[in-house]
């Protein structure tokens, strides 16, 4: 079942839903800040040290493998106003594919403080977004999705990120390479 995380002042208010129609409600209400996110002010508790990584638990009940956690350290790391590629994040932990970035980040119990919707593909395309690829593109059951990337595109353009109207990178001096 798909989670939608919204803020409300410091705190994470986490909106479970089931069905799409549903989901495309609860995205169309939700509205992005005009202020970045300040990511030190948000009330998420980052497990730093072994031992609470070790003891962490997701609202699933999983553990967090540590490919996941080196991810979203690096994550961590993007400024505001700058992306980076699935790609680059592999290079530069020097492990992993695309893919797996792509499954930890589809998976973040942390968002916004691991701000995972600074990623794009490395051709500077939107990619994804809690699960969804691209913008205005069908699914198999012939459904039109691309609301999550829509959204993430807004999120990015409050940190004065810009995309074309078909969700490439507007330039490439957005991207960031630690």
């Known amino acids: 079942m798909p989670a939608i995380r919204t803020t409300t002042g410091n705190k994470i208010t986490t909106i479970r839903v089931s069905t799409f129609k549903t989901r495309k409600s609860v995205i169309e209400a939700f509205t992005v800040s005009d202020e970045p996110q300040d990511l030190a002010v948000c009330n998420i508790k980052y497990p730093l040290t072994a031992s609470e990584r070790a003891s962490y638990k997701t609202a699933a009940g999983k553990h967090v493998t540590p490919h996941r956690w080196e991810v979203y350290d690096y994550v961590r790391t993007i400024p505001v106003g700058r992306v980076t590629t699935y ?92």
């Open 87 to 178: 790609k680059d994040i592999c290079l530069a932990l020097g492990e992993g594919s695309p893919r797996t970035i792509g499954s930890a980040l589809r998976n973040n119990p942390f968002a916004p403080f691991v701000p995972c919707h600074r990623i794009v593909a490395s051709n500077l395309y939107i990619g994804g977004f809690y699960g969804e690829w691209g913008v205005d593109a069908k699914s198999k059951d012939g459904k039109t999705t691309g609301l999550q990337c829509n959204r993430k595109m807004e999120m990015l353009a409050k940190e004065g990120v810009k995309f074309t109207r078909d969700g490439y990178l507007y330039n490439e001096s957005y991207i960031w390479r630690g």
